[in-house]
């Protein structure tokens, strides 16, 4: 058997000298190495911000969103969106684990898993795409995928529906850095509150804020905010399109009375919302672009060509613990979790 | 008199509701209105990322260099780069102030200024280009650009040669974050160290990092490395390709005993150094991405693929106080004046 690389090195076919994620194409042979684990895989949960560029590409057809999805693992050994970037997420049972990996992990052969590594970097094998879930960007199939040594992962938890928890997975990053970075007192301005991962936001955000903090939520559509302010997720609500920068400035600055957020958290898998959250931010306040959508050079230029010297954050998708304090919300709110299940699981 | 937006709105032409950083075209007409600042613009100094793309498309040819960039003003109205996204800033002497700036501007007409926002959201009509100067990514020009109220701007010193002073402050934000991010005993790593604004990353690492600190510079070529030696800016040097993460990384390794650093800094102008930059740093450090060829999604979900828990923050152009910073740098080091003077002055 082939030693590996921890990182997975050995996988990558171009450009050479490269990690799997930025590379352009990897080996997606399930012949593993030692240090790697084979999963069969059962559903592939798509990046949101790729998933809907698929869709659109796709004018919402389900046979060619299957066409789109295998032409990219096609091409690429992995799926890994060549427009967006952006990957996913899976989950799966253990089929194999390499022998330099014993008494190094705690999984075992049979396990359920969820990956917490991009489907970006994880290579991947369809054998058959068996449902395309389109409203909750999961699709399930017939097929393998390996971890490779640094990979994270969590074993899928037995009080709750693995889809729920795959959902929930998906986006852990995002509330688990909330919980990280809001302190009690804070303004917290959550932009796309009303999806997947600013749901969990504004959960986190208000806890961490407190009865001295406010928390304002976003959303585009009054169907969604409506949803979002049933359960009580935030203090304030705003309607209105997350790229229209101006006109997001003026709401955020007439419920602080002039004060603007000490934190913003960027949820939205939309374009050019950049200048919304530089705008809606305290000149000395943070921050969090979580959106797979956000373009480095419109937040590094647009802080600047307003003179703002805010703190902006590249929302990473691993903290440690991130996979804990997620999967707890959903222990910790019933309301959030009905709702939750209701739309992603 | 018309009467303007603090952030220049009403100048945006397509798409309206934008700000004029992300607006595809804004209006490059030299009638001011009441809240901006008419300048007879001297020399533009271009974007570094933005240059090597227009060189590049150019074949190094002067003439075709000045076709490109007039061919970027007259389409947009502004010097924004569209394969980049990125702009620069420029030198010119205050020609007129709009009357709602009375009281607010310490500035008058005839003040020789460099703007500090970017060229991307300024309002330029260049009528002539006088002299390309390739190695400094300087270009002289006759033409006119506005300065929106909320744009930021140093007067030009008269302690040094404008040229020496407007390559120092096209790159002011990279030192300043710098000074205000490295704590004493910090390991800090700086990609490009031995460019424009890696220099003075490195310098002022060195004074903040201090006697128990250590600081590393990462070079492409042996010359310019030898160069930044001569000056002692760092404690260590590495030659090496600053895409090839896993070299970097066993240099890295190599040098800290394991450890990694605390701190890097990105001011590497090309593309996938991302990773790099995150194998390089402790899995609790910070990275600072001031390069405007960093990937959003390659920083995210590179960081997430190796399971690293690292702080990355995009580089604000701005922060409080950043010219005077990095101006005296000039100060305080005559070797490093010297060189720099000989580079891009």
């Given at each position: 058997?082939?030693?590996?690389?921890?990182?997975?090195?050995?996988?990558?076919?171009?450009?050479?000298?490269?990690?799997?994620?930025?590379?352009?194409?990897?080996?997606?042979?399930?012949?593993?190495?030692?240090?790697?684990?084979?999963?069969?895989?059962?559903?592939?949960?798509?990046?949101?911000?790729?998933?809907?560029?698929?869709?659109?590409?796709?004018?919402g057809e389900v046979e060619k969103i299957k066409e789109i999805?295998?032409?990219?693992?096609?091409?690429?050994?992995?799926?890994?969106?060549?427009?967006?970037?952006?990957?996913?997420?899976?989950?799966?049972?253990?089929?194999?684990?390499?022998?330099?990996?014993?008494?190094?992990?705690?999984?075992?052969?049979?396990?359920?898993?969820?990956?917490?590594?991009?489907?970006?970097?994880?290579?991947?094998?369809?054998?058959?795409?068996?449902?395309?879930?389109?409203?909750?960007?999961?699709?399930?199939?017939?097929?393998?995928?390996?971890?490779?040594?640094?990979?994270?992962?969590?074993?899928?938890?037995?009080?709750?529906?693995?889809?729920?928890?795959?959902?929930?997975?998906?986006?852990?990053?995002?509330?688990?850095?909330?919980?990280?970075?809001?302190?009690?007192g804070d303004t917290v301005f959550v932009i796309g509150g009303t999806g997947k991962s600013g749901m969990l936001c504004l959960y986190e955000a208000k806890k961490r804020a407190g009865i001295t903090g406010k928390v304002i939520c976003l959303g585009t559509r009054e169907e969604s905010v409506n949803r979002v302010k049933k359960v009580g997720l935030a203090d304030e609500y705003i309607i209105a399109d997350a790229t229209k920068s101006v006109e997001i400035m003026e709401k955020v600055k007439e419920i602080t009375g002039g004060k603007m957020a000490d934190v913003t958290i960027n949820c939205v898998n939309i374009p050019n919302t950049e200048m919304s959250s530089i705008l809606a931010t305290k000149d000395d306040g943070l921050i969090y672009f979580f959106s797979m959508a956000t373009s480095f050079t419109k937040a590094a230029l647009g802080a600047e060509g307003v003179g703002m010297d805010t703190r902006m954050i590249i929302g990473n998708g691993y903290t440690k613990g991130h996979a804990k304090i997620s999967l707890e919300i959903m222990r910790e709110s019933k309301e959030l979790r009905e709702l939750y299940e209701k739309l992603y699981a």
């Open positions: 058997m082939k030693k590996g690389c921890k990182f997975g090195t050995h996988r990558v076919i171009e450009p050479k000298g490269t990690l799997p994620q930025p590379a352009w194409k990897i080996d997606n042979d399930m012949n593993i190495y030692d240090n790697e684990i084979l999963i069969d895989v059962q559903t592939l949960n798509i990046d949101s911000a790729s998933f809907t560029q698929i869709k659109e590409e796709a004018n999805m295998l032409g990219i693992v096609e091409k690429r050994g992995k799926h890994h969106n060549p427009t967006t970037g952006s990957g996913g997420m899976l989950i799966g049972t253990i089929e194999k684990i390499g022998p330099a990996l014993e008494g190094k992990t705690d999984l075992k052969v049979g396990d359920k898993i969820a990956t917490l590594v991009s489907l970006s970097l994880t290579p991947l094998r369809i054998d058959k795409i068996k449902e395309v879930r389109k409203n909750v960007d999961q699709v399930d199939v017939e097929g393998k995928a390996i971890l490779f040594e640094s990979g994270i992962y969590a074993v899928i938890p037995k009080d709750m529906p693995e889809n729920l928890a795959l959902s929930v997975l998906d986006v852990a990053g995002a509330p688990a850095q909330t919980a990280k970075l809001v302190k009690p």
